[in-house]
């Protein structure tokens, strides 16, 4: 069970989730502006690890549930270094902020309108190394993204609103192809 304060510091980044959620909708640059201290007292905590429940990752072997209510989680995931994490989307409004390491984090839009199976044209929206403290939202319609821990005892945490697609779109920018595909499979 999570120390209590780790607890009551995670409620607390939940519910300004929400209230960020509720006063900026998916409004990136305010969302993030709006997250920024909630996560720091996040990053702060050195206990985080011990603090969440496990559970089944994507992409990753490494997760837990530090938060979840049925609409709105937080997770916390170890990033193995070197290991990309395929270009993907979520279905869903996410936030994504660095515990420990380096990651390198890349953004994309879709500019096709998906109409020709098989093929996604992406452009770049953002690409830069995020360091502990440090987080970017992927929202509609730029909610692309892909990343890679560039440093040993990698984490992040992500903070999702609403319920991921069960079946995802996964993109190679460079060859402009996409194929839909469970996460899991």
Known sequence: ???????????????????????HGHDTAKLTAALQAPFAALVARPDLREAGVPRTGNHVANSQYLYYDGDLSILLFELPK??????????????????????????YERRDDGSVEGFADLTVIEDRVLEPGDSAVIAPPADIHGFMALTDDSWGITVASGTYKTER???????????TRNPRG
Not at 169 to 179: G, L
Request: glycine share 4%.
């Open 82 to 107: 070197g290991k990309p994490i395929p270009v993907h989307d979520h279905g869903n409004w996410e936030s994504m902020a660095i515990y420990r390491g380096r990651v390198q984090h890349t953004v």
């Open 169 to 179: 779109c996964y993109f190679q920018p460079d060859a402009k192809t996409v194929v």
């Open 1 to 23: 069970m999570a120390n209590p304060e780790a607890a009551s510091v995670i409620r607390a980044c939940a519910q300004a989730v929400l209230q960020a959620i509720e006063a």
